[in-house]
């Protein structure tokens, strides 16, 4: 399905980007991987084939780093297809009750998540520009599309932060404003909106969070990458500003 395509993925050491690069390799594509987690990286990269992989320790939200990291999968691929923007950069205060919110880590989280992502796909779409083509994907999630279903919290220490949804809402957008902006160069921006993702949760929020759901409930990173390469395909050659829920039934 993807055989010869070259795709830049963010986040790489983490869950979605993890399975996102492993789901690209075994259809015949090559990775990028782009993480902060130098550990992760290398633990990643071990397990895929060094022909098909590289990987650039890098912060993507930061424009130089995004160049640095294009420029050597040129070098060493000869090109750059696409990229799947995964990254979760989050400040010391993430996760923080509403109350307790403070300027310094609310500018943080909204600068380094959102602003990151903006400045991301500035430095994605002028390469896609110069190349001729290009598939950028960014990851939001169903508290972009929704609100919170904050009954499932009751009776555990986790909160689902306010500015979490802010920005995830935002990618949506920012999703759509690209792909518009975009027109006549043959770029594509889409967007995929996926369900919790199992990371060792409470039993009791797992059992009510799937009462919300259709056969499953919280999801694992594997789940979506079904998703990823549809977009990442020529399937999807003119499909673009969507975003696709992968959610089992939690937002209906």
Not at 173 to 191: D, E, F, H, S
Request: glycine share 10%; hydrophobic share 40%.
């Amino acid at each position: 399905m993807l055989n010869n395509k070259v795709v830049l993925i963010t986040g790489a050491a983490g869950r979605i980007g993890a399975s996102a690069a492993r789901g690209v390799v075994a259809q015949g594509g090559s990775v990028v991987l782009v993480d902060v987690n130098a550990t992760g990286l290398d633990e990643l990269l071990a397990d895929l084939p060094t022909k098909l992989a590289m990987s650039c320790r890098a912060d993507a939200g930061l424009p130089a780093e995004a160049d640095r990291c294009i420029a050597e999968a040129i070098e060493r691929f000869g090109r750059l297809d696409a990229a799947i923007h995964s990254a979760y950069p989050r400040s010391k205060g993430w996760g923080t009750a509403f109350e307790d919110l403070t300027p310094e880590f609310l500018s943080e989280d909204l600068s380094g998540h959102l602003g990151g992502a903006i400045l991301f796909s500035q430095r994605m779409i002028r390469h896609f520009k110069q190349q001729g083509h290009g598939n950028l994907i960014h990851v939001s999630s169903i508290q972009g599309i929704t609100a919170p279903k904050f009954e499932h919290y009751v009776g555990t220490s986790m909160v689902s932060p306010i500015e979490y949804s802010a920005i995830k809402a935002g990618l949506i957008a920012v999703t759509r404003y690209l792909a518009k902006y975009c027109k006549g160069n043959n770029i594509r921006v889409n967007c995929i909106s996926p369900g919790g993702i199992l990371d060792n949760q409470p039993e009791s929020f797992l059992e009510k969070y799937r009462e919300s759901c259709n056969d499953k409930g919280m999801l694992d990173a594997e789940d979506v990458v079904g998703a990823l390469l549809f977009l990442l395909s020529d399937h999807t050659q003119y499909l673009t500003g969507q975003n696709i829920i992968i959610d089992d039934g939690w937002s209906l």
